[in-house]
Structure formats: C-alpha cells, structure tokens
C-alpha cells in the first residue's frame, strides 16, 4: 500500500481518526506525536504452535487500523513483535525433543503463512525478542537503579508498590489485586503482585549473560524494550487482543513509564475475542479453531475464503466478541455474494471513480473507532440503492455511480475485502475439489480432532469439507456414538 502525505486524501476532507482508549474508557482524536506520523505496537504471537482464530481477528482488526491510517494519509510507522522465547516455546522444545530454534523456525513460518492467507500487511518493522536482548538488559539496569527493580539471587523484579498508577489500565485496584495474588513456593518477592524483568538461569533453560546475572528476560521487559528502541519513549497506538490488558499491557506500562518518567502510549486499543456458539475460544476448552484449518478445509478457493474469513471477523465492532457460528458464516458469505453480483453490474458499466457522500460516509464512519458495522451496513445500502435500476439495464445518474466505484474500491484498500474480479468470486463460490494428497499420521490426528470440535460446535459445514478431505488423501472415517470415529484406510 503506497503512504500518502495527510493533504492527500483520497476522499478529501479528511476526518481526524477517534478511538476508544482503553485507559481512559474514553473516544478520543488521535493526536501524533509527530504531526503526519503515526507509531503504532501491536503485539505479535509466541511462536510455539500454529495460529487460531484468536490470533487472526486479532492480527485482521489492526491490519484494518493500518490500512485506515494510511489510507487518510498518515505515514504509519507500524512494529509488530514476535516473541522467540518464552516458558512456552521452552516447553515445547523439551516435549517434542527440538531445539528452540527449530520450533521458532518452523511457527514463525507458520504465522506468515497464515498473515499472508488473511491478506494482512507486513508491518514496518517485526522484531524478534532474541535480537534485543541489550537494550533489555539496560532497560532492566535503568530499574534496577531507579529503585523499581529489585534483585532475589539471579532474578530481577518488578517493584510494583512504587508505581502509583498500577491497575489504571485494566481498571482494577491494586489492594484487589494484591489481595487475589499468591506467591509460588519457588518464589521469594517482596510483594505478591511483583512481576519477573529477568529470570535466572536454569538448567536446560537458554541463558544470557547479563551484569545482575546470566539468564533470560520475562515477557514483559521484551515488548518494552523492543517498543521503545524502534518507536520511542512514547508511542501514539498501542494494540492487542482484550486477554493482553493484564497483567501484559499493565506491566508494559508501569515498567516503561518507570524507565523514563513520560506517557508510554497516547492511545490503548484492544480487540475482543472470538466465540464460539457465545464460548470463548481457548486450548483449556478445546475448541480451538486454527487458521490454517478453516483455510485448508473451506470449500471455496482461497482467495474466496480470505475475504469470507475476513469479513466475518470485522462484521462486529472490533471490541465486541464475534461469534463464529454454521449461520454467522453463511449470513457473511450470502452478504458478499450479493454485493459481488452488485459489483458485476457495476463494472459493466464504464466511468470514473470520484468520492463522494456515499464514500464520505463510509471514511467517516471507520475513522470513528473503526465502526465496521456501519461501514457494511452502507455497502449494502448502495447496493440497494443502485440495484433496481442496473438490474433493469437502466443508467442511474453518473455522480452515484462514480461515488460507488469509490466507496467499492475504499473497502478494497481499507477493509482488504471486495478486491477480486467479480467472475473470480461469482464462478469461485461452488465447491471446490480438493486435490489428492498425502498426509501424515499426525495430520490425520489433527483433522480428526478439528473434526470432532466442528461437530461438536454444530458448524455442519466445517465438518463435512474435513470428512471429505481425509476421503480424498485416502482415510475414511466411521462414526462412534461412544467416542471419537474409527479412521480405515480406503
């Protein structure tokens, strides 16, 4: 996507982006640091397994915000981590008898994978931890002699008592919270509350070697650290799923905010979760769905399914939860069909592009907290609005006409949606056959299991496309009313 300046705006005006900080639980005007620029975080994944729905609406609602800004002419200076090392990713290594490397390599890949099936942007920068581990050290070392860090043998922690403002983020009190926190037996902190900048080594463990002692960083002093050499002391955007407010965002604020003595982020934004029948998705459940799954079983071609999947995650406002239901997805699937056939009739009909009400309307509803409820909403008002008259082989005045080749070609570049020829969707929709292939035991198994969630979750279709997947490599599954199906080789 090409930056514009700001006085180039495709649609003219433009509007000044307002968005619900979560800190101050109010809408507010984005106002940058640097006039015209924009520094946006988001917080990436911890690679040690394959990405999930979570992940995808995620990653899909602040790709919107990118897109949006750049659209209105900011120059977007956007950095999305990536966490290589983590209790998780250490875990994982000793269970399935890899190095770290090597399971970082292979999720890493996967994630990218998955970013590029979404049609997600990359962002300026995705610094990994590991690459950052000296100004961790010295942002650990600024604490530690600030009095906000303190030392217990090779580990360093947070002193959360001496940062007043604890809890302001998560709108929680600190007294609740010190009250509801317990202290393992393995650990020795001043206060129940005091989170981990360093953790000493361990064996087995990575180490580095640090002044206060060789170890390795605790998750928050790595999104700090990695933020605050890459976008500044202060950033204008802050960003990540509702689940990272705390304690990771809570932490992230006072550690940085004690470092240097300024506002560490203008404006908080945080995503809400994805559903499942009104659950929340999580691996404790075991109703997690994986992006790659949806993509690999979907009976339509993938750039089909990378504007259904999208539109269905950005069809609730972004801090509302979606629920992924068989009804939610055929609702979205039965709404871009028909504005696809909309699109058909429209560009058959020759003219210029030229934003208007229609299109000003639409910019002005996503630069008020990304209000994509609405933004669907006026797409299938011209719809309507225009249909009768095409369908007929009549001519509706050329102003809305033009105005609806601009407001098409605005949810193509902001929403990532309605970018495709509309002969690629319409003859794209049907069944697609999947090709023969090989699959290991172990993706046998997990097919199996997707399967079973699919069934369980009552998303019919998702089950079906698995069933006749596992069929075509070759395995036929036979149900079992006591427990999970037999799988025979055919």
């Known amino acids: 996507m090409n930056i514009k300046n700001q006085d180039e705006s495709p649609v003219g005006f433009p509007p000044v982006p307002v968005f619900k900080n979560t800190l101050t639980q109010k809408t507010e005007a984005l106002l940058p640091h640097t006039p015209g620029m924009v520094t946006m975080y988001v917080c990436g994944v911890t690679v040690y397994d394959d990405c999930h729905l979570g992940h995808a609406r995620s990653q899909t609602v602040f790709d ?27 875990r994982k290594a000793q269970e399935t008898g890899r190095t770290i490397s090597e399971i970082t390599s292979i999720y890493i890949e996967s994630f990218h994978r998955d970013m590029h099936r979404l049609g997600v942007l990359s962002p300026e920068k995705e610094p990994r931890a590991t690459e950052y581990l000296d100004p961790m050290i010295r942002l650990v070392g600024t604490l530690l002699e600030k009095g906000y860090a303190y030392r217990k043998g090779n580990d360093v922690y947070f002193r959360v008592r001496k940062y007043p403002r604890y809890g302001e983020l998560s709108h929680q009190r600190i007294d609740e919270l010190r009250s509801g926190a317990r202290v393992a037996a393995d650990e020795d902190k ?33 999104c700090s650290a990695m933020s605050l050499t890459e976008l500044g002391e202060t950033i ?48 404790s459940l075991g109703n997690i769905f994986r992006i790659r799954t949806f993509f690999e079983t979907s009976p339509f071609p993938e750039e089909v399914t990378r504007e259904w999947l999208r539109t269905f995650l950005l069809s609730t406002h972004y801090a509302s939860p979606v629920d992924l239901t ?59 609005l225009l249909n009768p008259a095409l369908s007929a082989g009549d001519t509706p005045p050329d102003f809305q006409l033009a105005d609806a080749r601009a407001l098409f070609a605005a949810a193509g570049q902001i929403l990532g949606v309605l970018t495709l020829p509309p002969s690629s969707w319409i003859y794209g929709k049907g069944d697609q056959p999947f090709r023969e292939e090989t699959l290991a035991p172990d ?16 998303i019919f279709s998702l089950a079906d496309t698995i069933r006749e997947r596992l069929k075509k490599a070759g395995f036929l599954l036979e149900d079992n009313p006591g427990g999970l199906p037999r799988i025979r080789k055919i």
């Open 64 to 90: 919107l915000l990118h897109r949006l800004l750049a659209y209105l002419g900011y120059r977007v200076r956007y950095v999305r981590n990536i966490t290589d090392i983590d209790d998780k990713i250490i």
């Open 326 to 384: 068989e009804d939610n997805l055929a609702h979205t699937k039965n709404g871009l069909d028909s504005l696809y056939l909309f699109k058909s009739l429209l560009e058959a009909r020759k003219g210029e592009s030229l934003a208007g009400p229609m299109t000003r309307e639409f910019i002005s509803a996503l630069a008020r907290d990304m209000d994509t409820p609405v933004a669907f909403r006026l797409l299938h008002q011209t719809k309507n």
């Open 236 to 283: 204008d955007i802050h960003g990540g799923g509702m689940d990272l407010m705390f304690p990771h965002h809570e932490n992230e604020r006072a550690q940085s905010e004690s470092a240097t003595g300024k506002r560490f982020v203008g404006i908080w934004v945080h995503n809400g979760f994805v559903t499942l029948n009104e659950e929340k998705m999580s691996k």
């Open 443 to 458: 993706e046998v198994d997990r097919l199996v299991m997707e399967r079973e969630k699919a069934r369980r979750e009552k």
């Open 190 to 222: 001043e206060d129940p509350l005091d989170f981990a900048l360093w953790k000493g080594s361990k064996p087995g463990e990575p180490s580095y070697p640090a002044f206060f002692g060789d170890g390795r960083p605790g998750w928050h002093i790595e």
